[in-house]
């Protein structure tokens, strides 16, 4: 029997306030889950309003269509990666949207659900796959890569500095077998640490994401859909976005900075007087979570939110 989302949403009440929802608007959940946040969207939506989720995760589909079935709102739920919002949203006919929402990283089902292989707390086949049916997972990753790919992906993705030890040390136990498991990949992540540093975090946290963001693609993935979704807001639109971890935190900063920004041709000696950023920033600092919530939650903890809108058509 598959388990089902019970996922604590993460700045609920600074997302709902952030997207200054309006009754028959349309809004897009462009990471559904367990519907936890879209639920409480449509609390805010008359009949009229419009939810659409995505989610490359045939089980979040399933529960968010579960928790959903009595809104009184339209919705609909596309069972695909964010990367295809544009594509999507046109088969529905849709031009333009109220808001958006991107909450990013692994759910807590993804990593409580033991065979999924995203927890490096559990015993379980490498996978990490966010979506079932792709073809590359965590074991590929780990027995076919090269020595220089792998030690790049985990200092990039992972911001690891015992990375090209890790990496070196996976190349030469693979020559023997293959590594299948995740605790036979933490135990060569822990045998790669000095002692010393095996008392702070979990050694494996680092190389474990670094996998599964290279295994779902996920940073090149979001810069598109980001854009993406700033062309399909609406005047008057906001974009708000959840990020767990400094890459991610990094791109949406860029990208929210540049669309805020009046750019600049540097051949032409003064801006015009009427030029206006067509987006502005609703928070320059991220919004982090309560004391509250990180009592409730746990998982909360690297959260960081960031809103823009957008002001100007173009």
Not at 21 to 33: E, R, S
Not at 274 to 280: I, L, P, R
Request: proline letters at 3%.
């Amino acid at each position: 029997m598959k388990k089902m989302f019970n996922h604590y949403s993460v700045l609920l009440k600074e997302v709902l306030e952030g997207l200054n929802i309006k009754q028959d608007g349309i809004y897009v959940d462009a990471t559904i889950g367990g519907a936890g946040h879209s639920s409480k969207i449509c609390e805010h939506l008359s009949e009229s309003g419009h939810l659409i989720g995505f989610d490359q995760d045939e089980v979040a589909i399933e529960a968010s269509r579960q928790k959903l079935s009595n809104s009184s709102p339209q919705f609909n739920l596309i069972h695909k990666n964010f990367s295809y919002l544009k594509d999507e949203l046109e088969k529905l006919g849709i031009k333009k949207i109220d808001g958006i929402l991107f909450d990013l990283g692994v759910s807590s089902v993804q990593l409580d659900t033991k065979d999924r292989g995203f927890s490096y707390r559990e015993d379980a086949r490498l996978d990490m796959r966010m979506d079932t049916s792709s073809n590359l997972d965590a074991y590929q990753v780990i027995n076919t890569y090269p020595l220089e790919k792998l030690s790049k992906i985990f200092f990039v993705y992972g911001e690891e500095k015992y990375g090209n030890r890790i990496a070196s040390k996976i190349v030469e136990v693979r020559k023997n077998k293959p590594i299948e498991t995740t605790f036979e990949l933490v135990d060569i992540i822990k045998s790669c640490y000095p002692k010393k540093d095996l008392r702070d975090k979990h050694p494996a946290k680092k190389v474990f994401q670094a996998i599964r963001i290279e295994v779902n693609q996920e940073l090149e993935v979001l810069k598109t859909a980001l854009k993406d979704a700033l062309d399909l807001l609406k005047v008057g639109g906001r974009c708000c976005v959840i990020t767990f971890h400094s890459l991610e935190d990094r791109i949406v900063k860029e990208i929210f900075n540049e669309a805020s920004t009046v750019s600049w041709n540097k051949n032409q000696p003064f801006l015009l007087t009427d030029e206006k950023a067509k987006f502005k920033l609703i928070n320059k600092k991220p919004i982090l979570p309560s004391d509250k919530e990180l009592e409730e939650n746990n998982r909360s903890h690297s959260a960081k939110l960031r809103i823009i809108e957008r002001v100007m058509e173009g």
